[in-house]
């Protein structure tokens, strides 16, 4: 059994309205398949708790901001930290489900995807042996840069089989932990998972290849081969 997460967390001066979020995370209601959604308020998010208990002073620390500021704001990256918490909390909320899948609440902004192309791509996900996530770039494509998001993933659409879901939750939460503590900064969740990628071998992910368009979703097994599982 398959169940659909997606989330919001409404951002006040984020060049995108709530109304024009909901307007795209509504649309969501029209597939076929179980969606499960979650509202919170940016202080309800881990990473926002994190900050607050370890660092109470918000000029100890830098984010990632790159040609956007106004979306790139700190709680932008809170937010988009919540994720895997969020697909947690889902899987503790519906026991009989074995596969879940993140889509962004916002997906229907991306060109080309529409209700029908994400029922087919929901038709064929499956539990498999890996995390499946799709990404523009090929592994160590390009040297990683956290000035800007590293598109190694793309980070709209995650299959994440039942049995991975806590490990992977606690394993971007670390790497989300050092990275602060190292440089002081807070990064895109793409180079988080990236990151995480490249420093841990036993990360149980299946990468197949997409841009920010329909292919999140029509590439997912037509272009499936075991070499993309690292």
Same mark, same amino acid.
């Given at each position: 059994?398959?169940?659909?997460?997606?989330?919001?967390?409404?951002?006040?001066?984020?060049?995108?309205?709530?109304a024009?979020?909901?307007?795209?995370?509504?649309?969501?209601l029209?597939?076929?398949?179980?969606?499960?959604?979650?509202?919170?308020?940016?202080?309800?998010?881990?990473?926002?708790?994190?900050?607050?208990?370890n660092?109470p002073?918000?000029?100890?620390?830098?984010?990632?901001?790159?040609?956007?500021?106004?979306?790139?704001?700190?709680?932008?990256?809170?937010?988009?930290?919540?994720?895997? %918490?969020w697909?947690?909390a /889902?899987?503790?909320?519906?026991?009989?489900? +074995?596969?879940? *899948? =993140?889509?962004?609440?916002?997906?229907?902004?991306?060109p080309?995807?529409?209700?029908?192309?994400?029922?087919?791509?929901l038709?064929?996900?499956?539990?498999?042996?890996?995390?499946?996530?799709?990404?523009?770039?090929?592994?160590?494509?390009?040297?990683?840069n956290?000035?800007?998001?590293?598109?190694?993933?793309?980070?709209?659409?995650?299959?994440?089989?039942?049995?991975?879901?806590?490990?992977?939750?606690?394993?971007?939460?670390?790497?989300?932990i050092?990275?602060?503590?190292?440089?002081?900064?807070?990064s895109? %969740?793409?180079n988080?998972? /990236?990151?995480?990628e490249?420093?841990?071998? +036993?990360?149980? *992910? =299946?990468?197949?290849?997409?841009?920010?368009?329909?292919?999140?979703?029509?590439?997912?097994?037509?272009?499936k081969?075991d070499?993309?599982?690292?």
């Amino acid at each position: 059994m398959i169940s659909v997460v997606s989330g919001f967390v409404p951002i006040p001066g984020h060049p995108v309205s709530a109304a024009e979020y909901y307007e795209r995370g509504s649309k969501l209601l029209d597939i076929k398949h179980r969606v499960m959604f979650t509202k919170e308020d940016v202080n309800g998010c881990w990473l926002y708790q994190y900050l607050l208990q370890n660092y109470p002073d918000d000029h100890a620390i830098q984010h990632a901001i790159a040609d956007n500021p106004k979306k790139n704001t700190l709680a932008y990256h809170i937010v988009m930290a919540q994720k895997t %918490e969020w697909l947690e909390a /889902a899987a503790e909320m519906e026991p009989t489900a +074995d596969v879940f *899948v =993140w889509i962004d609440f916002g997906i229907f902004h991306v060109p080309g995807v529409t209700v029908e192309i994400i029922d087919e791509f929901l038709d064929r996900a499956e539990s498999e042996k890996a995390i499946a996530i799709p990404g523009c770039w090929e592994r160590d494509q390009y040297q990683y840069n956290d000035s800007w998001p590293y598109w190694r993933f793309c980070g709209g659409v995650m299959i994440v089989p039942r049995r991975y879901i806590a490990s992977f939750n606690r394993a971007m939460k670390r790497e989300y932990i050092r990275w602060l503590q190292e440089t002081n900064s807070v990064s895109w %969740e793409v180079n988080t998972l /990236a990151r995480l990628e490249q420093r841990d071998p +036993d990360f149980p *992910v =299946w990468w197949y290849q997409a841009d920010h368009n329909e292919t999140l979703f029509t590439n997912y097994k037509a272009v499936k081969s075991d070499e993309n599982l690292h």
